[in-house]
């Protein structure tokens, strides 16, 4: 595939993903308030995913357009970060659970301050295009972040329940942050060219903003280690699957359908 079709489907893929699990929220959130701040915050990833999906689709120029992009591709063909597919219930527990608040508010805190650095590094990339979506997509996440960190705040400095509840949804997630970061032989092409950033270049920035909202919600960054998820090269976690089979299945029912 096209480096640059590929990178963009990495960013396309993983608000896509994030926000069809944010979606699941619907109808079930903690509070009113909250349930309508989630379903907010999915729609803007899945914009998001809109403007990247048709930008590779027109790119690629075999005529596969956003929909057929996010609903006819199989499993191994989506380049999301694992950290985005993984089930709002935590990892131990699977989809067979509710749902815990805890847990999506922290994937949210690590995933957008991500997506901070890298939009704003993208505003200046090469593909105007790119730019584009990039400064539109950092406006929204900039409040997606703001409303992730004063719920960890909230729930980590909070009761002896919730703050066990975010300490240990960080203790898992943290080992999935590493591919965000991980050297990668297709990010050093696009970054040369002008076009995309280095995960690695944004580890730095990423780290400031992720360590001073853990720090005043009293939770502690786990041990470093070498786990590093392979979601962006199509290997994805066994959650995926299902994630994937709900989001298209009214379109595989009725291909080609005009809504």
Known sequence: ????IEYLLRLGDSSLVLGQRLAEWTGHGPVLEEDIALTN????LVGQARLLLTHAGRLEGAGRDEDALAYFRDTAEFRNFTLCELPNSGIERGRAHGACYGFTVVRNLLFFAWQAQCWGALTDSADRDLAAIAAKSAKETAYHLRHAADWVVRLGDGTADSH???QRALDQLMPYCNELFAADAL??????RGIGVRGADLKAGWDAQVRAVLEEATLTLPAACAFTSAGRRGQHSEHFEYLLAEMQSLARAHPGAQW
């Open 1 to 4: 595939m096209n480096p640059h």
């Open 164 to 166: 066990a509840r975010c």
């Open 187 to 192: 990010e050093e092409d696009l970054a040369a």
């Open 41 to 44: 915050i999915a729609l803007d």
